[in-house]
């Protein structure tokens, strides 16, 4: 079965510093890689995804994510964070041929962004 | 377009009542509907999920259950309420094909005292 490692409970950034999230995930073939985004008391919106092709992906808000399969890592990326980007992250794997049923989430990073 | 509608947002609840939670989604047809609780510092976890109507799923074993009695309604039941139901439930939708998204509902706060 597949898994996913957010090690980072909470960040902190200052506006407008760049940002990176970590996600590790441990699957025994190529995976779908998502990273989802979860505003205070609300649900979650899809930030970007990966299942194949280009392994630097475009979401949106300004958000990037890398697979590197040799690191088993997708992390999220931000060159510029801005204060609305304080929120909940979380990165998700899912499995090949399956659909959401199969989607395994992490225990999320909470972004915090100071003035 | 296409929304889901999630309620009650909060609920407090005493532990042996039972337990109702509605989902309902607007603008599609035939969605796969899920249920989520997110309880603190343990992201998200499957409940159940159902590929249409009466068909449901159980991804772990739990005082709750599911029911899908119209094809955009989906419902999260409890006869009996313990304190460890207490949590974050999420409802959700996407569409049939292997590569949809997930689209959340708001949420509903649970408390059981």
Redesign the interface.
């Known amino acids: 079965a597949q898994s996913v490692t957010q090690p980072d409970i909470h960040i902190t950034v200052s506006e407008g510093a760049s940002l990176e999230l970590r996600c590790n995930y441990s699957y025994g073939a190529t995976p779908y890689l998502f990273w989802y985004v979860q505003s205070p008391g609300q649900g979650l919106q899809l930030l970007l995804k990966y299942f194949s092709g280009d392994t630097l992906v475009q979401g949106i808000k300004g958000f990037e994510a890398e697979f590197k399969r040799s690191q088993s890592s997708f992390n999220l990326r931000k060159p510029s964070v801005h204060w609305s980007d304080a929120a909940e992250y979380f990165c998700a794997v899912g499995e090949l041929n399956f659909g959401n049923e199969k989607l395994t989430f992490g225990t999320g990073t909470r972004l915090t962004i100071i003035p | 377009s296409q929304t889901?509608h999630?309620w009650p947002?909060t609920l407090v609840q005493p532990v042996g009542s039972p337990l109702s939670l509605e989902c309902t989604v607007e603008g599609t047809s035939n969605p796969?509907l899920?249920w989520y609780r997110q309880a603190a510092?343990?992201?998200?976890?499957?409940l159940f999920?159902s590929v249409g109507i009466g068909q449901i799923?159980s991804?772990v074993p739990q005082n709750l259950s599911a029911s899908r009695p119209q094809d955009r309604q989906f419902i999260l039941s409890s006869k009996k309420l313990l304190l460890s139901d207490s949590g974050f439930y999420?409802c959700?939708w996407?569409g049939?094909?292997?590569?949809?998204?997930?689209f959340?509902?708001?949420?509903t706060?649970l408390s059981v005292l």
Do not use: P, T, V
């Open positions: 889901i999630q947002a796969n899920y510092g343990r992201g998200l976890q499957l999920y799923s991804e999420l959700a996407s049939r094909g292997r590569e949809e998204k997930l959340f509902g708001s949420g706060q």
